[in-house]
């Protein structure tokens, strides 16, 4: 079972950027689709984005089209998401979490990813 441990939110003006790091342990890393998610205060938890195990393909929400980058590096563990032109509605604990089926088509329900980390808080000011 992989472990995940999200890193670098905090608070930044509209337009600004930040990139949010994942780091997994264990050996599995390689082999998990990987995706982000977040979470409004009072609001359901969202999909973000998605990537496969050789970062062949990546999906997206329609909110952050165009804005996010979702990348890993296989041989540092590692899952990135870069956030540009951030908006006020970005606000939101980001969680990163691993597909629980290899043959993953692109679902954006949390129910089919699971080995979720603590999030870290993005906060957007206006």
């Known amino acids: 079972q992989v472990q995940l441990v999200e890193s670098g939110g905090g608070l930044v003006q509209a337009g600004g950027s930040l990139r949010l790091s994942c780091t997994a342990s264990g050996r599995t890393f390689s082999g998990k689709v990987m995706g982000w998610f977040r979470q409004a205060p009072g609001k359901e938890r969202e999909f973000v984005a998605a990537?496969?195990?050789?970062?062949?393909?990546?999906y997206y929400a329609a909110s952050v089209k165009g804005r996010f980058t979702i990348s890993r590096d296989n041989a540092k563990n590692t899952l990135s998401l870069q956030m540009n032109s951030l908006k006020p509605e970005d606000t939101a604990v980001y969680y990163c979490a691993a597909a629980l089926k290899f043959a993953y088509t692109g679902s954006d329900s949390p129910s089919d990813f699971g080995a979720w980390g603590q999030g870290t808080q993005v906060t957007v000011s206006s």
């Open positions: 990537i496969t195990t050789l970062s062949i393909t990546t």
